[in-house]
């Protein structure tokens, strides 16, 4: 433990609070916490293009905003391929290959372009059949996936486009295998787009399709109310979930199908706390979920700084190389009131994930007079951070409540009056729970049941009332066979769709722990009332 913190102990002190200089980032160990402090060092200080050269090979992901921030100093990489495009090699005469491309280039051109390409039928045929009087029914019958990719993406209209064409079965068994179609299905079946095109993916082989793919085609299949072929994808979805929640979530929808009480019963037994496990308990007579719930009797960690990134990034890294007792022997430094987030994942970590911890650390702190705002705060910042105070994630939200910076800085200017506020100070748990109880009174002024403020804090107000407003989802009007789960499973975006879903089943479970057993049910029946996803969409849900 000395060696793991020896960096931070020395570093900690004269980070927490302040812009790093270059050569502290120069000496910060490469990760997350690092490249957080990388894209401040270019958004908020003084800096040189040399020095920005320099820290670049050190960056742990360069993507996003970080990879724009970067190149707005030190400029964007040339390209590999240059915009002559008949003198490029083949490889890049391939990348930039596109309709409006072919459209550019003479008869003769093409010819000549189509006969580099002897090597790669695909692409040859593509180029050649582009003078046809129907190109896209030639890349059909010719089974040729790079062609009709290519006449998707150059489509101004692909709702017209995928329905214009009824594809043959084996054709789309071979484009679902292709990345690319991922995309089409989650408009298809999420967004409610391409309108009937999801009857061309009912008779597919799904045995080669990965857990999520297959879910989504079973979720398409019970929007076509085809339930039978529903059951046999979730049934195939199940077999091939990575993790505990998403075979819950399966079999979920198998017993929803197939009101199998034998699927009922397995899912009461799951070591996973999510909504469906919860509710089968809930079904099948209130039993409980073993869980975990840490109650150290120490203060804090000495010579640990929980504000500090850098710190609990070490402790992550090491973690990764324990055996499971070496996990369970190092969490024991962690047991104290301080740090019974970091306490909490080790252990998980160590136990192979089967069983679930709620931690409830700076309880005392949180500004709430409510058991009900209490447990949703908790809810949250399991959700967000499992309680590390100084996590920081790929997008650079920040502390044990996962607030991005510029939400922070509203709200301290607006809701604290702070002049001359500090980020970094949501790194303190308890400056984290504060805000986090200014912007719940906000969000709970437009909505009220907890699944609907775990999809705005995650993906804002202004993408819940936009979902709401569109009429598709939670919607009393529609068939209520499946709801409201089926809405549930259709919310658009997928990180806020899974993100309501734990944060709805962790509120469950600290409303009990706090001494208010509200049933998981009560949430759900709420949403099915006559009239008030009507309610939801108009009157709870107004503009900013």
């Keep these: 433990m000395r060696l793991l913190l020896a960096f931070s102990l020395v570093f900690c002190t004269q980070i927490w609070g302040k812009i790093l200089t270059y050569d502290e980032l120069n000496a910060a160990p490469k990760g997350i916490a690092k490249d957080y402090y990388i894209y401040r060092y270019i958004k908020e200080s003084n800096h040189t293009k040399e020095e920005i050269q320099a820290l670049k090979p050190q960056i742990y992901r360069y993507s996003g905003k970080l990879k724009i921030a970067v190149e707005s100093v030190i400029g964007a990489p040339e390209p590999t391929c240059t915009k002559d495009f008949l003198k490029e090699s083949l490889s890049c005469q391939k990348s930039l290959l596109s309709v409006d491309k072919l459209n550019s280039l003479s008869k003769k051109q093409r010819k000549s372009l189509a006969n580099k390409f002897k090597e790669d039928q695909d692409v040859r045929k593509f180029i050649l059949n582009h003078d046809m009087i129907n190109p896209v029914s030639q890349a059909i019958k010719g089974m040729n996936l790079y062609a009709y990719h290519k006449y998707y993406v150059s489509s101004g209209d692909k709702n017209k486009f995928l329905n214009a064409y009824k594809?043959?079965?084996?054709?789309?068994?071979?484009?679902?295998?292709?990345?690319?179609?991922?995309?089409?299905?989650?408009?298809?079946v999420y967004e409610n787009k391409f309108d009937n095109f999801g009857s061309n993916l009912l008779d597919v082989n799904a045995s080669n399709l990965d857990f999520d793919t297959t879910f989504a085609l079973g979720l398409n299949a019970i929007k076509l109310n085809q339930d039978d072929k529903a059951i046999e994808f979730f049934r195939q979805s199940s077999a091939k979930a990575p993790l505990i929640g998403q075979k819950d979530m399966a079999d979920f929808w198998v017993y929803l199908i197939s009101k199998d009480q034998e699927i009922l019963d397995q899912l009461s037994k799951s070591n996973d706390a999510n909504i469906y496990s919860i509710y089968a308990r809930e079904l099948n007579g209130d039993q409980k979920i073993k869980i975990a719930i840490p109650n150290p009797l120490r203060n804090k960690l000495n010579n640990y700084d929980k504000k500090d990134p850098f710190a609990w990034q070490l402790i992550k890294e090491k973690a990764k190389h324990l055996s499971k007792q070496e996990l369970i022997e190092f969490a024991?430094?962690?047991?104290?009131?301080?740090?019974?987030?970091?306490?909490?994942?080790?252990?998980?970590?160590?136990?192979?994930y089967q069983i679930p911890y709620f931690p409830m650390p700076f309880l005392e702190h949180i500004e709430a007079k409510s058991i009900e705002r209490k447990a949703l705060i908790l809810a949250l910042a399991r959700q967000e951070s499992r309680f590390i105070p100084s996590a920081v994630s790929s997008s650079y939200a920040i502390g044990m409540m996962q607030f991005m910076p510029f939400l922070a800085h509203h709200i301290a200017k607006n809701d604290f009056k702070m002049s001359n506020f500090e980020q970094d100070a949501m790194f303190d748990p308890i400056i984290s729970y504060k805000f986090a109880n200014a912007h719940l009174d906000y969000l709970e002024k437009y909505?009220?049941?907890?699944?609907?403020?775990?999809?705005?804090?995650?993906g804002g107000i202004g993408f819940t009332r936009r979902m709401l407003n569109s009429g598709h989802l939670f919607n009393d009007k529609n068939d209520l066979k499946y709801e409201p789960f089926l809405s549930m499973e259709l919310v658009p975006y997928a990180e806020s769709r899974e993100y309501a879903k734990r944060v709805l089943a962790n509120y469950v479970v600290y409303l009990s722990i706090l001494r208010s057993n509200t049933k998981i049910s009560h949430f759900f029946s709420e949403l099915m009332i006559p009239g008030q996803g009507e309610r939801f969409r108009v009157l709870r849900v107004k503009a900013d």
């Design 167 to 188: 594809l043959p079965t084996d054709f789309i068994n071979q484009i679902l295998q292709k990345s690319w179609f991922k995309d089409v299905i989650n408009k298809v």
């Design 447 to 458: 909505l009220t049941n907890p699944i609907f403020i775990g999809y705005a804090y995650n």
């Design 332 to 352: 024991k430094d962690f047991y104290t009131k301080d740090t019974m987030g970091e306490y909490s994942y080790l252990m998980e970590k160590a136990q192979n």
